[in-house]
């Protein structure tokens, strides 16, 4: 048997102040993601292989992470000079960063997933299962590109910014009620979405040499990706065996439609879809920076963390807060959808009270 992990998740990130509160953003999705597996008894199974791309202070020295973190966090970071360099007119080259924490990912699946989604415990319980049953009547686990939608985390509590006990707590009271981001909504391919995550064996990563790396810009990454594994693998749409267990603190504000995310607050070049004559493999053997000697790998060190005010202050007001962020979405929704939207509350409404009539009525003549 080997020593690998069953799972590896991968995920990029900087040290910035990106569309507010990034850091929390990240350090939540490793906790709970954390948490969770200890949760699912899925630990011994998990490593998480985060690729810092060219931040000043790496990372690894400014989050704040739970103590399981020393043994399962691993850093891969870009320094800033060579970050530059690879990314040329870029803002953030995910291809590439991704690629980078793939190439040097240990496990026998690997993951990748968005660094402000948490991964909820049922997916590692799941997948687990899947995997000892490999392969199902339905599919290789091993020989398949799976891609499961993401739900989503109002921004009206996100940005809150509440202590790890209470956004864990919120997310387990409201998930069933969280909003499904699928393309499918809009008349595209389920792998279209925005992505909760898409995993496939580490011989495919090897073999399709990952992400194209020309698409350094927005977009497209995981689309072109599964046309080009639609070559030689099936693919999945996981969401079907696993669930939607995966939970994206969100940072637009509730106003914004996801068409216009990018837009005014996140001008960035987009990647244009193309459809036809893709190669299964598309990268040098060089992918994922694989023979730069500037790319280090850091372990995550316990760093202690003395903010007892804000911890009181979160907690004293973790209801008022929860509720008012609740409150102001309802405003937001009604603002963006008007008329439409109190109609289909209404609508719901009186036939949830017409479904309660009925079985009344069923009780009182049978």
């Known amino acids: 048997m080997s020593d690998r992990p069953l799972l590896s998740l991968i995920l990029c990130s900087r040290n910035d102040s990106y569309m507010g509160n990034s850091r929390w953003r990240l350090e939540t999705s490793i906790n709970l993601a954390l948490k969770n597996a200890i949760k699912a008894k899925f630990l011994d199974n998990l490593e998480v292989i985060v690729c810092d791309w060219g931040s000043k202070i790496p990372l690894s020295k400014a989050?704040?992470?739970i103590p399981e973190a020393v043994e399962?966090?691993?850093f891969v970071y870009i320094p800033p000079e060579?970050?530059?360099?690879k990314q040329r007119d870029s803002k953030f080259p995910e291809v590439i960063a991704l690629n980078a924490a793939a190439r040097r990912a240990n496990g026998e699946y690997i993951g990748r997933i968005d660094n402000d989604t948490v991964v909820g415990n049922d997916f590692f319980k799941k997948f687990e299962k899947l995997n000892k049953n490999n392969?199902?009547?339905?599919?290789?686990?091993?020989n398949a590109f799976l891609f499961v939608e993401r739900k989503s985390v109002p921004f009206r509590i996100s940005r809150l910014s509440l202590n790890l006990n209470q956004i864990n707590s919120f997310i387990e009271c409201f998930k069933n009620h969280f909003q499904v981001e699928s393309a499918t909504n809009w008349g595209k391919e389920f792998w279209w979405s925005p992505v909760g995550i898409m995993l496939f064996h580490r011989d495919i990563w090897n073999n399709t040499k990952g992400y194209d790396e020309?698409?350094?810009y927005w977009g497209w990454m995981?689309?072109?990706?599964?046309?080009?594994?639609?070559?030689?693998?099936d693919i999945v749409e996981f969401s079907k065996y696993v669930g939607?267990?995966?939970?994206?603190?969100e940072h637009y504000p509730s106003l914004t439609a996801y068409k216009d995310r990018n837009g005014p607050a996140t001008p960035r070049k987009k990647n244009e879809p193309v459809f036809e004559n893709l190669s299964y493999s598309v990268n040098d053997e060089d992918w994922g920076l694989w023979s730069s000697n500037e790319v280090l790998i850091q372990n995550y060190k316990l760093i202690k963390k003395n903010?007892?005010?804000?911890?009181?202050?979160?907690?004293?007001f973790f209801i008022p807060m929860v509720l008012n962020g609740l409150f102001l979405r309802k405003i937001d929704q009604i603002r963006m959808h008007g008329v439409s939207y109190i109609k289909e509350k209404w609508n719901r409404m009186r036939i949830f009270i017409g479904d309660k009539k009925n079985c009344i009525l069923k009780i009182i003549v049978s």
């Not at 903010?307 to 004293?316: A, E, M, R, S, V």
């Open 63 to 65: 989050l704040h992470l």
């Open 72 to 74: 399962k966090v691993k």
């Open 82 to 85: 060579l970050a530059k360099v």
């Open 135 to 142: 392969p199902s009547s339905n599919f290789d686990l091993s």
């Open 214 to 216: 020309k698409l350094i």
């Open 222 to 233: 995981e689309g072109d990706l599964a046309l080009r594994l639609e070559k030689k693998h």
């Open 244 to 249: 939607h267990h995966f939970y994206h603190l």
């Open 307 to 316: 903010d007892w005010l804000f911890f009181l202050i979160n907690k004293i």
